[in-house]
């Protein structure tokens, strides 16, 4: 009986730590989408596509996002075409871009998304022979 008891506060001890680590870790993910959020508008108000410091390269880019504009236009296209492969619960973004090579999808418009990529920097001196 003692082993399953052992267990049982091996196993508290852990998803206690584990939740105290995903609380951490929100809290972190928030500052890091603000950060991140805050970066992206001075970059873009500097006319800067790049910034960096010693340990990462932050790269500001563009990628295009297909949003439902008229969902009754996008229904008739998906029954005359047979193109249940546009929709989950959004659109798909791989059918959206394959689709609109032959043309643009009624009801469909195309908004851009500021992105932030993200390397790592070499640090000088380091490895260099």
Do not use: F
């Not at 929100?26 to 340990?55: D, Q, R, S, V």
């Not at 798909?92 to 609109?100: G, K, L, N, Q």
Request: net charge negative; hydrophobic share 35%.
């Amino acid at each position: 009986m003692q082993d399953v008891v052992d267990l049982a506060e091996a196993y508290d001890r852990t998803k206690q730590a584990r939740l105290q680590h995903d609380r951490e870790s929100k809290k972190l993910h928030e500052i890091e989408t603000a950060l991140k959020k805050h970066i992206i508008e001075l970059l873009k108000e500097k006319n800067m596509t790049a910034a960096g410091c010693a340990t990462v390269i932050l790269t500001l880019g563009r990628k295009p996002q297909a949003r439902a504009g008229d969902w009754d236009e996008i229904h008739r296209y998906i029954i005359e075409h047979d193109a249940w492969d546009l929709v989950q619960r959004r659109l798909s973004e791989d059918a959206v871009r394959e689709r609109m090579l032959d043309g643009p999808i009624p009801g469909v418009t195309i908004e851009w998304l500021d992105t932030l990529s993200e390397s790592r920097a070499k640090l000088r001196g380091l490895n260099d022979e």
